[in-house]
């Protein structure tokens, strides 16, 4: 478990930097468990197009340990079929998250999520999450 890569989806990330303990947030919980975290280069995303110039300081700090996953051929073709099987269930939710699902899928690995109402629509993907009031 020690080695395990988890991904973690942004919400865990913005609950971080949100938290003004940081012994709080999910993330903190998680690396007493975990020691290797990656995202989605979807996250990455996310997370800078929604910084300023101070909080990019903030992320280049905490994302530098992690690996970011691409998105390529493979996540695609995942995240096809996920988006196919929701939109004939008629179950869809955001695209980023299917691709961030699909990143996870591809590369064999759990997600660490707080936006369990999505991501548990994704057949296929394990999911860890936060079973504690996520409120400061």
């Known amino acids: 478990m020690e080695n395990e890569i988890i991904c973690l989806d942004t919400s865990v990330l913005i ?3 949100r938290k003004k303990n940081k012994k709080n947030s999910f993330l903190f919980q998680l690396s007493k468990k975990y020691s290797n975290f990656s995202i989605s280069v979807v996250t990455e ?8 110039d101070i909080q990019d300081v903030f992320w280049n ?6 690996t970011i996953f691409s998105f390529n051929s493979k996540v695609n073709a995942i995240a096809v079929e996920i988006y ?24 064999n690995i759990k997600l660490a999520t707080l936006n369990v109402k999505h991501f548990n629509r994704i057949e296929n993907l394990e999911l ?3 079973e504690k ?4």
């Open 84 to 107: 196919k099987q929701m939109k004939k269930s008629r179950n869809l939710i955001d695209v980023p998250d299917i691709w961030i699902g699909a990143t996870a899928i591809e590369n």
């Open 15 to 17: 609950d971080y930097f």
């Open 45 to 52: 995303y996310e997370i800078y197009s929604g910084s300023n």
């Open 133 to 136: 009031d996520h409120n400061d």
């Open 61 to 66: 700090d905490l994302l530098q340990s992690f």
């Open 128 to 130: 860890i999450t936060n």
